[in-house]
């Protein structure tokens, strides 16, 4: 009995999810309230604060349904026993541009995230969520960044710090474009030509030294 309770109260939120994810597609977060997402999944609004804080809550949890599959490969270019941590990161990015354009799911959230998530008055836990894992990302690109320093791949004297936060610039701002206008170019098949533009970047830019 036990275990179908938490098979049952899994499944809920699976369903809380789900339907926050469409109402928040077609609506936008701002104008999407915690009774429509309750009506859309056919449970109350008990049952979505039993899973979750508030819409911000919702929606961070919603946004971490996409980690799990990149964090292996994130973790392999941080590591210092990686032999190729650049080549590691060229395929991590390469890996998101094409989930982000063949994943219906995956190309969803991101727009959410990127043209239909208002940071209102109600969604200040979020901006504070999304400034810290902002924050966090620069770490863990610079960290991949110095070993791929150490292994001869970028210049000596590259200042790891301003180049994670351009490269990190850079790839939002490539999304950003390709989820307001897809038509303007095709983001899957250009993916390889985008993330060494962005490498060369680091490799050649005088701006980028120390």
Known sequence: ?????????????????????????ERGVARTTLADIAALAGVTRGAIYWHFSNK??????????LREPLDEMAKAS??????????????LLIHLFHQIALDPKTRRINEILFHKCEFTDE?????RQRRAASLDCNVHIE???????????LPENLDTARAAISIHAYIDG???????????????????????????????SPSLRN
């Open 56 to 65: 911000a809550d919702l929606v961070q949890a919603m946004l971490d349904t």
């Open 123 to 127: 969604m200040c836990d979020l901006r």
């Open 143 to 153: 960290l991949g960044l110095r070993n791929a320093v150490k292994r001869g791949q």
């Open 78 to 91: 941080e590591s210092e026993e990686e032999v190729d941590p650049l080549g590691c990161m060229r395929k």
């Open 174 to 204: 490539i999304l950003y474009q390709w989820l307001l206008a897809p038509d303007s170019f095709e983001l899957h098949k250009e993916a390889e030509r985008w993330i060494d533009t962005g490498l060369d970047m680091l490799r050649l």
């Open 1 to 25: 009995m036990v275990r179908r309770t938490k098979e049952e109260a899994q499944e809920t939120r699976k369903q809380i999810l789900e339907a926050a994810e469409k109402a928040f597609y």
